[in-house]
């Protein structure tokens, strides 16, 4: 079945940092999405990109549409403590399918 | 406040128990969704309740039994589960909708909070 591959797993930075992560896939995907899930809570949409080539921003954060379709990449400028949790990818092949879940990635923030 | 509301937030179960997990969304969606988060894993979708049909996962056991009353409201119910059904059980709804009379769009779910399950 169709997989992403989300990286890296985890980061451990120092707050002012910026961040970057990003989902693969082997297929093609129509839209991705990003959502975070701060502990204790479910997931939150951050981002939702629709067109190769897409650049969205929502705030301190920025996400990418890959141009081949296969990829999508998040950056989130000057960390602060209220960004730590968990980053997920999603992607859709088609708006009549289920999305496809990276793992995630877990930001920690260094005091 | 996301209007997902998920009740209980903990539950400790032994395998011979019978429990329920409640979700309510207060969203005015026409879709609900079960998913269970492991940690290190994508989420892994259950089932999926959207326009009164049911779309399930193939995968999930029979321990496992949704019932959507009705468009707001979406039970999980649970009967002799196994230490590996120990998990965050998250609700979520969306709103299906026609893109121009071709396709219904899906891809912004609303979360609840979660129900963490342990099976002793």
């Known amino acids: 079945g169709q997989q992403l591959n989300q990286s890296p797993q985890s980061m451990f930075i120092q707050e002012g940092e910026d961040v970057s992560m990003n989902c693969t896939s082997s297929s093609i995907f129509n839209t991705w999405l990003w959502y975070k899930q701060d502990p204790g809570e479910g997931p939150v949409l951050l981002i939702a990109l629709y067109k190769a080539g897409e650049l969205t921003s929502n705030g301190r954060l920025t996400a990418q549409f890959g141009i081949t379709r296969k990829d999508s990449f998040l950056n989130i400028s000057a960390s602060i403590p209220s960004d730590v949790g968990i980053y997920f990818c999603?992607?859709?092949?088609?708006?009549?399918?289920?999305?496809?879940w990276g793992a995630g990635t877990k930001l920690i923030i260094k005091p | 406040e996301t209007g997902v509301t998920q009740t209980p937030r903990h539950l400790v179960m032994g395998m011979t128990n019978k429990k329920s997990l409640k979700c309510e969304q207060h969203l005015g969606h026409n879709a609900m969704y079960w998913y269970k988060q492991s940690a290190k894993k994508p989420l892994e979708l259950m089932f999926v309740y959207s326009l009164e049909e049911r779309v399930e996962n193939n995968s999930v056991p029979s321990r496992f039994s949704p019932e959507c009353p009705n468009s707001s409201h979406l039970f999980l119910h649970l009967h002799t589960l196994q230490p590996e059904d120990s998990a965050l059980y998250l609700c979520?709804?969306?709103?299906?909708?026609?893109?121009?009379?071709?396709?219904?769009?899906?891809?912004?779910?609303?979360f609840g909070s979660g129900t963490q399950l342990s099976v002793l």
């Open positions: 999603a992607g859709q092949a088609d708006s009549n399918y289920q999305l496809i």
């Open positions: 979520a709804s969306s709103q299906f909708s026609l893109d121009r009379g071709r396709t219904a769009t899906n891809e912004k779910l609303f």
